[in-house]
């Protein structure tokens, strides 16, 4: 599998019977036993992922760790190269475009449900359009994630929808697991169908009962002679048509676990599907369904080298994350290439809206958050394609893209178009459903937030933390009280080291990273995200040292301690980006949306020049074109009108 390489993965002992450092600060903290278990099953699980990864690919050496806790940002793991178009120069590409724009063209793209017809699902599978993920050698086409993300985005530019079923099926479906953890008879027996489009996949792990808390899936396998019988039901399974072969995270052995499940063609007593109405995803099936009984062969059990199904459903969505960035940057395009036609056309009091601040803004703004979800899905492919695990920065993929397109579209891009955004027909209207639900689907946004900064906050915490809380327990002292010389006593061989780390970090010499010769306003901004970040070590920590094994309950200070480090690496992340693909319109978009964030993190008002250096960008934009967007046909405009009144 492309960006999970075998020399990158290690056979480290498995630190899953190990109780986990949220398990024993959760028992601390005095949680009950059963959230305890919950919260550990979830952080051993993110260990066991950990532990499929050789040191420097691990969480702990990831960029976004490094930028955090080191003195001086590691500015080249910033550096994402220029996107070799090349890549993405091969027939089955090609084809596969050709395929959708003749059924667009043809008005054939939907079935008499409204859905991707299985005639497109089909004519793309003869395009090559399944197996682009798919190593070659399983009849695939191999891509990079790089080149794959980079290509969804392209697809997703002319049908959404088409984009995100090649998304399921590849990064969260049942390409990834079995391209990255099942065995050569798993791979040889389905990699093929699935690359020639013989087999579509979907991923079934959402339950009604267990969405955003994943310890608490009802959904059981046993084992009988040569298969597993499989009860219980998943609900909002994406693509989850009779036929499919879908990705079923089960519990076996009281364990989360993988088994490729092809579904029958035929409802029946074993299997049925369960069907609601649903605004999201409209232009694709989404069902649930319930197993009774329901008979799987043994040998479609995924078996990673460490951990368990949730490694294996971890491991996709972080592709699946990137994913769904390169499609709201697509979406946010198409809602730009809108916005400019319109507001020429549009006039108030005499003058065209495009000619107002308001409207400016909200096209430079746009355009700054295009630039930001185009430059996080490239990096975190980039790395993901060197082997990084990459989870820290899949996440913030994913919350920043589905967080922009939803702003995009509510606050730029339904404002501008006024009433006709409600009207059948406007994409807003027609869409907003689909503009909002990324939000949710992959993870809820702020509980990924705090799962971004649980991640961040765990390597310092284990070495820290850990052993003082322990001795807090020993001691039988509730908190630790730094002001009181007794409790300082009796935990000092554990404080000990933490003040060592202390005082270390405020000695250690900081420096700015060692820039390339850039554009001026890009270098200055990633100087101050730098420095920015210079003083996060010290907020996370004493925010550790304060609300100690509380912390946890503090939802709302962990959302916001991630919010600002994440702001401070999109920063870092777009400048660099936006610097390696050297285009002027690029390089000013990314400069509103790190000025934009400046102002945020530092709560001064926005300035005068500020606004105006808004309206330029927007004129460059409205002259010049955003870098994709001209290939992408606006709408006609709704209720036309005459310009010339009639009398
Ligand atoms: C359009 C669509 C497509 C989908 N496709 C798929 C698919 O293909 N396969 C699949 O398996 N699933 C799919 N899903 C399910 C999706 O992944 C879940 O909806 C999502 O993970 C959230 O789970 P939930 O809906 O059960 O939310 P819940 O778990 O009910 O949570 C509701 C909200 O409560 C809050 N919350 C939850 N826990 C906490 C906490 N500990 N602390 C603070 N706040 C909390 C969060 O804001 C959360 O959003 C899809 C969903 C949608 C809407």
Same mark, same amino acid.
């Given at each position: 599998?492309?960006?999970?390489?075998?020399?990158?993965?290690?056979?480290?002992?498995?630190?899953?019977?190990?109780?986990?450092?949220?398990?024993?600060?959760?028992?601390?903290?005095?949680?009950?036993?059963?959230?305890?278990?919950?919260?550990?099953?979830?952080?051993?699980?993110?260990?066991?992922?950990?532990?499929?990864?050789?040191?420097?690919?691990?969480?702990?050496?990831?960029?976004?760790?490094?930028?955090?806790?080191?003195?001086?940002?590691?500015?080249?793991?910033?550096?994402?190269?220029?996107?070799?178009?090349?890549?993405?120069?091969?027939?089955?590409?090609?084809?596969?475009?050709?395929?959708?724009?003749?059924?667009?063209?043809?008005?054939?793209?939907?079935?008499?449900?409204?859905?991707?017809?299985?005639?497109?699902?089909?004519?793309?599978?003869?395009?090559?359009?399944?197996?682009?993920?798919?190593?070659?050698?399983?009849?695939?086409?191999?891509?990079?994630?790089?080149?794959?993300?980079?290509?969804?985005?392209?697809?997703?530019?002319?049908?959404?929808?088409?984009?995100?079923?090649?998304?399921?099926?590849?990064?969260?479906?049942?390409?990834?697991?079995?391209?990255?953890?099942?065995?050569?008879?798993?791979?040889?027996?389905?990699?093929?169908?699935?690359?020639?489009?013989?087999?579509?996949?979907?991923?079934?792990?959402?339950?009604?009962?267990?969405?955003?808390?994943?310890?608490?899936?009802?959904?059981?396998?046993?084992?009988?002679?040569?298969?597993?019988?499989?009860?219980?039901?998943?609900?909002?399974?994406?693509?989850?048509?009779?036929?499919?072969?879908?990705?079923?995270?089960?519990?076996?052995?009281?364990?989360?676990?993988?088994?490729?499940?092809?579904?029958?063609?035929?409802?029946?007593?074993?299997?049925?599907?369960?069907?609601?109405?649903?605004?999201?995803?409209?232009?694709?099936?989404?069902?649930?369904?319930?197993?009774?009984?329901?008979?799987?062969?043994?040998?479609?059990?995924?078996?990673?080298?460490?951990?368990?199904?949730?490694?294996?459903?971890?491991?996709?969505?972080?592709?699946?994350?990137?994913?769904?960035?390169?499609?709201?940057?697509?979406?946010?395009?198409?809602?730009?290439?809108?916005?400019?036609?319109?507001?020429?056309?549009?006039?108030?009091?005499?003058?065209?809206?495009?000619? *107002?601040?308001?409207?400016?803004?909200? /096209? @430079? $703004?746009?355009? !700054?958050?295009? &630039?930001?979800? +185009?430059?996080?899905?490239?990096?975190?492919?980039?790395?993901?394609?060197?082997?990084? *695990?990459?989870?820290?920065?899949?996440? /913030? @993929? $994913?919350?920043? !893209?589905?967080? &922009?397109?939803? +702003?995009?579209?509510?606050?730029?891009?339904?404002?501008?178009?006024?009433?006709?955004?409600?009207?059948?027909?406007?994409?807003?209207?027609?869409?907003?459903?689909?503009?909002? &639900?990324?939000?949710?689907?992959?993870?809820?946004?702020?509980?990924?937030?705090?799962?971004?900064?649980?991640?961040?906050?765990?390597?310092?915490?284990?070495?820290?933390?850990?052993?003082?809380?322990?001795?807090?327990?020993?001691?039988?002292?509730?908190?630790?009280?730094?002001?009181?010389?007794?409790?300082?006593?009796?935990?000092?061989?554990?404080?000990?080291?933490?003040?060592?780390?202390?005082?270390?970090?405020?000695?250690?010499?900081?420096?700015?990273?060692?820039?390339?010769?850039?554009?001026?306003?890009?270098?200055?901004?990633?100087?101050?995200?730098?420095?920015?970040?210079?003083?996060?070590?010290?907020?996370?920590?004493?925010?550790?040292?304060?609300?100690?094994?509380?912390?946890?309950?503090?939802?709302?200070?962990?959302?916001?301690?991630?919010?600002?480090?994440?702001?401070?690496?999109?920063?870092?992340?777009?400048?660099?980006?936006?610097?390696?693909?050297?285009?002027?319109?690029?390089?000013?978009?990314?400069?509103?949306?790190?000025?934009?964030?400046?102002?945020?993190?530092?709560?001064?008002?926005?300035?005068?020049?500020?606004?105006?250096?808004?309206?330029?960008?927007?004129?460059?934009?409205?002259?010049?074109?955003?870098?994709?967007?001209?290939?992408?046909?606006?709408?006609?405009?709704?209720?036309?009108?005459?310009?010339?009144?009639?009398?």
């Amino acid at each position: 599998m492309t960006g999970l390489k075998d020399r990158k993965l290690t056979s480290e002992v498995n630190p899953a019977e190990q109780v986990s450092f949220a398990e024993t600060a959760m028992r601390l903290g005095g949680k009950s036993e059963e959230e305890s278990k919950r919260t550990g099953a979830v952080d051993s699980a993110d260990d066991q992922v950990e532990a499929l990864f050789a040191a420097q690919y691990k969480t702990s050496n990831s960029p976004i760790h490094k930028a955090v806790w080191d003195a001086k940002t590691p500015i080249e793991l910033f550096a994402t190269p220029k996107f070799d178009e090349k890549s993405l120069d091969i027939p089955e590409v090609r084809r596969s475009i050709e395929v959708v724009k003749r059924h667009d063209q043809a008005k054939t793209l939907y079935d008499e449900k409204g859905k991707i017809s299985e005639e497109v699902i089909h004519d793309l599978g003869t395009a090559g359009y399944w197996g682009l993920f798919i190593p070659k050698r399983y009849g695939g086409q191999g891509l990079s994630v790089r080149a794959f993300m980079n290509f969804l985005g392209r697809v997703a530019a002319l049908n959404p929808m088409v984009a995100a079923l090649n998304s399921v099926h590849s990064c969260i479906g049942a390409v990834d697991p079995l391209c990255a953890f099942g065995n050569e008879e798993q791979k040889n027996k389905y990699l093929p169908k699935l690359a020639s489009g013989e087999m579509i996949s979907a991923f079934g792990l959402t339950e009604p009962n267990a969405g955003s808390d994943l310890t608490a899936l009802r959904t059981t396998a046993v084992l009988d002679k040569d298969e597993y019988v499989l009860n219980g039901e998943k609900l909002f399974i994406t693509n989850a048509v009779l036929g499919r072969t879908v990705c079923v995270v089960c519990i076996i052995d009281g364990k989360p676990a993988c088994l490729v499940v092809e579904f029958p063609k035929q409802e029946s007593e074993n299997f049925q599907l369960i069907t609601y109405g649903l605004y999201a995803v409209k232009r694709a099936y989404n069902l649930g369904f319930r197993f009774t009984n329901f008979r799987v062969p043994k040998e479609n059990l995924l078996v990673p080298s460490s951990g368990d199904g949730l490694t294996i459903a971890y491991h996709g969505l972080n592709r699946g994350r990137l994913a769904l960035c390169a499609a709201s940057s697509a979406g946010m395009k198409s809602m730009l290439a809108n916005m400019v036609p319109w507001s020429r056309f549009r006039e108030t009091y005499g003058n065209a809206i495009i000619k *107002r601040e308001l409207v400016k803004r909200r /096209i @430079a $703004k746009t355009a !700054g958050l295009i &630039a930001g979800a +185009e430059a996080l899905y490239n990096w975190g492919s980039w790395l993901l394609d060197q082997g990084y *695990r990459g989870e820290l920065e899949c996440i /913030i @993929a $994913k919350i920043f !893209g589905s967080e &922009a397109q939803k +702003e995009v579209a509510i606050e730029y891009f339904m404002k501008t178009h006024g009433g006709r955004s409600f009207m059948h027909g406007h994409l807003f209207g027609d869409n907003v459903h689909e503009f909002l &639900a990324p939000c949710i689907y992959e993870g809820e946004g702020e509980v990924l937030g705090m799962a971004f900064f649980k991640s961040l906050a765990k390597d310092h915490g284990v070495r820290f933390f850990e052993p003082v809380g322990k001795a807090l327990a020993r001691n039988k002292m509730k908190t630790l009280n730094p002001v009181n010389p007794a409790h300082v006593w009796a935990l000092r061989n554990e404080l000990i080291p933490y003040s060592l780390w202390f005082a270390g970090k405020v000695l250690e010499p900081k420096g700015s990273p060692d820039l390339p010769q850039m554009n001026a306003a890009l270098k200055d901004h990633i100087e101050w995200a730098s420095k920015q970040l210079q003083g996060s070590p010290f907020e996370l920590s004493l925010n550790m040292v304060k609300h100690q094994l509380k912390l946890t309950d503090r939802q709302c200070r962990i959302a916001d301690m991630s919010e600002r480090i994440q702001w401070m690496i999109i920063m870092l992340v777009t400048a660099m980006w936006a610097h390696a693909e050297g285009d002027e319109v690029i390089q000013a978009s990314a400069d509103v949306l790190c000025q934009t964030i400046r102002f945020k993190l530092s709560g001064k008002r926005p300035t005068d020049e500020y606004y105006r250096s808004l309206c330029k960008v927007a004129d460059l934009i409205i002259e010049k074109g955003y870098p994709g967007v001209s290939t992408i046909e606006p709408d006609a405009v709704l209720f036309p009108y005459s310009k010339v009144p009639t009398a």
